[in-house]
């Protein structure tokens, strides 16, 4: 058992409505006097209504490659991530020295000597921690990480743990790239970050929270093409795919229903679904696949709206907003899931 102590959220101070992030895309992608019915549609469908950036809209423009925004990464993500973790451990009554283990994950950004390793030596984590960082899994990596924390501490129930998520999904736009996958990219991603206080069975945290009582991910079949990056000389070309909804409708239910029947459960057992929001045509192929009763996302609709979908930060986002706002029935089973490049899922049993 692994008992989730603190989530907490941070967003960037820059904040936008979509309608200035629309006019930001046509000046980035589109030719001067370019056709922007496409882009004014996909931006209008994808129920966000406003996002956090991490830079001004006018500092996009000066970006002059891939070095200037990964440095702006760097600069960034570590101040974010130092805010993020304070936060949590503040939460959990915890000081930065108890941490046993740090796990980052970022897909927008590289750094060496890695993100988690700046932030534990800015907040005076131990010299003896465990630090785990990683790249590649996308929008996936905030259940997939929450899943390898508690993996860890199986193995060492004494331990705190943290997950750290920082995801700058602007700085990853490319100037001129008009595709159908950028465009939807520009309406749908935005800044933010979360992190997760985790501890083991041996060692509770003081104000309660949360239980993780099993995992579950799936890597489906040929679906490498579905999403992921395109890495060019000037940064990192999104794919994504139309088909994704797709590949939720064809594995997700199956993926869930042997889950909860493992552990003497159905879909009507849980209350809470905390998924990532994905964007409109996902949520709906998961709501779908799982016959979902109306309000179910109802958290996750409100985060795309508010934030955009910040990548793996954004499911951290929603479990935070579901301790806060909803909190379930204490004892009751609740469900995270989340998707991303491979194609995968990863899903994460709860008890409240």
């Not at 936060?87 to 750094?111: C, E, H, N, R, W």
């Not at 990683?134 to 390898?148: D, E, I, K, T």
Request: hydrophobic share 45%.
């Amino acid at each position: 058992m692994t008992w989730i102590a603190a989530v907490h959220g941070v967003l960037p101070p820059n904040r936008y409505p979509q309608s200035d992030l629309t006019a930001l895309a046509a000046r980035s992608f589109l030719p001067e006097g370019g056709d922007r019915r496409l882009l004014d549609r996909l931006h209008a469908s994808a129920r966000v209504d406003q996002r956090h950036l991490v830079l001004p809209l006018e500092e996009y423009t000066k970006l002059d490659g891939f070095g200037a925004a990964n440095d702006a990464f760097v600069r960034a993500a570590v101040d974010l991530g130092v805010e993020a973790v304070a936060g949590a451990l503040d939460q959990a009554g915890l000081a930065p020295s108890d941490v046993d283990l740090i796990m980052f994950t970022s897909v927008t950004g590289v750094a060496a000597p890695s993100i988690e390793a700046r932030v534990a030596a800015r907040l005076g984590m131990r010299p003896d921690v465990k630090r785990i960082p990683v790249f590649g899994l996308g929008c996936v990596a905030g259940a997939a990480g929450l899943a390898r924390l508690h993996d860890y501490l199986r193995g060492w129930p004494s331990h705190v743990a943290v997950l750290l998520s920082v995801e700058l999904c602007s700085l990853t736009l490319q100037r001129g790239d008009a595709s159908p996958a950028s465009l939807v990219a520009s309406a749908l991603f935005g800044d933010g970050a979360a992190a997760v206080v985790a501890c083991g069975s041996d060692r509770p945290p003081q104000a309660g929270g949360p239980t993780v009582m099993d995992t579950r991910g799936h890597l489906y079949p040929d679906s490498e093409h579905v999403m992921g990056w395109e890495v060019r000389d000037s940064g990192f070309g999104v794919v994504l795919d139309a088909g994704v909804p797709d590949v939720v409708r064809a594995y997700l239910a199956g993926d869930v229903h042997d889950l909860l029947a493992g552990h003497g459960l159905t879909a009507g057992d849980i209350t809470a679904w905390v998924c990532h929001p994905g964007g409109p045509k996902v949520l709906e192929a998961v709501a779908d696949a799982l016959d979902l009763p109306p309000g179910a996302l109802e958290l996750t609709w409100r985060s795309l709206a508010a934030n955009g979908n910040l990548s793996s930060a954004s499911v951290l986002h929603v479990l935070r907003d579901t301790l806060r706002l909803r909190p379930p029935t204490p004892g009751t089973p609740g469900l995270l899931i989340a998707m991303g490049p491979g194609f995968c899922s990863e899903l994460v049993l709860l008890r409240w």
